[in-house]
């Protein structure tokens, strides 16, 4: 009985002091640590990968700028060398007028010239003779004292018009070399345009890989919270304005534009294209404030000061949003979008992309414009 005791009292000593692995369910002081390596390296990892995403977009975001800017500027040459055709068209229409005058002028000093002088030669050009310099028969035989104060009248009058018409000549000549210096430039822009807009193809297509390929680094270091966070959101911007939500079209020219500019949702991105079936951003609100009547250029340079600038919390429906820097050259605003409540916009973004809603903050948001 004794011994019964004894191995007993031994049996419970030895549950004592050596306990099962489970019954302590307190991590140790290893598992700790390993925890804590594991939880400063996937910081570590979500670090790097969320730096390396965020280079990666403002490459994108630099490429998209860049090409913009030189496409607002071919734009901007576009518009400029029109005004140029229109001013040189004129021009010649004025020069027109005035030596069809001048031409009306000469043939009456000649008819007059032709009664006093009568024994002349009429089949020589009589307007030379009047006209010449030198040796001339002005100066041989005096015709401004010949001819009387009312027949004087009439030779300063073609002299007049003649004078006109040598000045409008120039300015003709000047219209025409400035048409011709703009259609270069939009040459020389719609170069410089393809070019940037082929650069930022080419170096689309890998980013957005390396994009997505960081991405999913970073997913995978983020809680599932943070990424049902984040799908939430990019989720509500896409559908905030669905086609099924679209508003009803309000009596403003504002909705007008806006109402139309929604239409055109999923219209593909072309550089300077105005419709119906593409688009570039200064295209667009050209096209959707022509539907409300009012006519403004296909640019962002002169759509920045096509109206009063509204502060963003005095925004309406239709009001032209701008982004890029405000300097004093217009080409410095290199993009354009469309108010449309709740924060948003609608725009054609780039090339590769299609007409879309999106927020309108951005960082390089600069100010709004009311068209009128």
Same mark, same amino acid.
């Given at each position: 009985?004794?011994?019964v005791?004894?191995?007993?009292?031994?049996a419970?000593?030895?549950?004592?002091?050596?306990?099962?692995a489970?019954?302590?369910?307190?991590?140790?002081?290893?598992?700790?640590?390993?925890?804590r !390596?594991?939880?400063?390296?996937?910081?570590?990892?979500?670090?790097?990968?969320?730096?390396?995403?965020?280079?990666?977009?403002?490459?994108?975001?630099?490429?998209?700028?860049?090409?913009?800017?030189?496409?607002?500027?071919?734009?901007?040459?576009q518009?400029?060398?029109?005004?140029?055709?229109?001013?040189?068209?004129?021009?010649?229409?004025?020069?027109?007028?005035?030596?069809?005058?001048?031409?009306?002028?000469?043939?009456d000093v000649?008819?007059?010239?032709?009664?006093?002088?009568?024994?002349? !030669?009429?089949?020589?050009?009589?307007?030379?003779?009047?006209?010449?310099?030198?040796?001339?028969?002005?100066?041989?035989?005096?015709?401004?004292?010949?001819?009387?104060?009312?027949?004087?009248?009439?030779?300063?009058?073609?002299?007049?018009?003649?004078?006109v018409?040598?000045?409008?000549?120039?300015?003709?000549?000047?219209?025409?070399?400035?048409?011709?210096d703009?259609?270069?430039?939009?040459?020389?822009?719609?170069?410089?345009a393809?070019?940037?807009?082929?650069?930022?193809?080419?170096?689309?297509?890998?980013?957005?890989?390396?994009?997505?390929?960081?991405?999913?680094?970073?997913?995978?270091?983020?809680?599932l919270? !943070?990424?049902?966070?984040?799908?939430?959101?990019?989720?509500?911007?896409?559908?905030?304005?669905?086609?099924?939500?679209?508003?009803?079209?309000?009596?403003?020219?504002?909705?007008?534009?806006?109402?139309?500019?929604?239409?055109?949702?999923?219209?593909?991105?072309?550089?300077?294209?105005?419709?119906?079936?593409?688009?570039?951003?200064?295209?667009?609100?050209?096209?959707?404030?022509?539907?409300?009547g009012?006519?403004?250029?296909?640019?962002?340079?002169?759509?920045?000061?096509?109206?009063?600038?509204?502060p963003?919390?005095?925004?309406?429906?239709?009001?032209?949003?701008?982004?890029?820097?405000?300097?004093?050259?217009?080409?410095?605003?290199?993009?354009?979008?469309?108010?449309?409540?709740?924060?948003?916009?609608?725009h054609?973004?780039?090339?590769?992309?299609?007409?879309?809603?999106?927020?309108?903050?951005?960082?390089?948001?600069?100010?709004?414009?009311?068209?009128?």
């Open positions: 009985m004794h011994s005791r004894a191995g007993l009292l031994v419970c000593l030895i549950a004592t002091l050596c306990p099962p489970y019954a302590d369910p307190r991590p140790s002081a290893d598992d700790v640590a390993e925890a !390596d594991a939880v400063r390296d996937k910081n570590k990892a979500l670090g790097a990968a969320a730096a390396k995403l965020a280079a990666a977009q403002g490459r994108l975001d630099e490429l998209d700028a860049a090409a913009e800017r030189l496409v607002e500027a071919y734009n901007g040459e518009v400029k060398l029109a005004a140029a055709k229109v001013a040189a068209e004129a021009a010649r229409t004025r020069l027109l007028d005035a030596e069809t005058m001048a031409e009306t002028a000469r043939a000649a008819a007059i010239a032709a009664q006093a002088y009568g024994g002349f !030669d009429l089949g020589r050009p009589i307007l030379t003779m009047i006209t010449d310099g030198g040796d001339g028969f002005l100066h041989r035989a005096s015709v401004l004292e010949q001819m009387g104060g009312e027949r004087t009248l009439v030779l300063d009058r073609m002299r007049a018009a003649e004078r018409a040598e000045i409008l000549r120039e300015q003709a000549d000047d219209a025409q070399t400035e048409q011709q703009a259609m270069e430039r939009a040459e020389e822009a719609k170069t410089a393809t070019a940037a807009v082929a650069e930022q193809t080419r170096e689309t297509k890998t980013l957005l890989a390396t994009k997505k390929k960081l991405q999913d680094q970073v997913d995978s270091a983020r809680s919270a !943070d990424r049902l966070a984040r799908e939430r959101a990019a989720a509500f911007e896409r559908t905030s304005f669905s086609a099924g939500a679209l508003p009803v079209a309000g009596s403003t020219n504002g909705d007008i534009a806006a109402n139309w500019a929604l239409t055109q949702l999923g219209k593909p991105y072309v550089w300077a294209a105005d419709g119906p079936s593409s688009y570039d951003c200064s295209g667009l609100t050209m096209r959707a404030w022509e539907r409300a009012i006519r403004i250029d296909h640019w962002t340079g002169t759509q920045w000061t096509s109206g009063p600038h509204i963003l919390r005095e925004l309406r429906r239709g009001d032209l949003l701008f982004f890029g820097r405000i300097t004093s050259d217009p080409g410095d605003i290199h993009h354009v979008g469309m108010y449309i409540g709740r924060g948003l916009m609608v054609a973004p780039q090339t590769g992309d299609v007409v879309r809603i999106a927020s309108m903050w951005r960082r390089d948001l600069v100010g709004a414009t009311r068209p009128r």
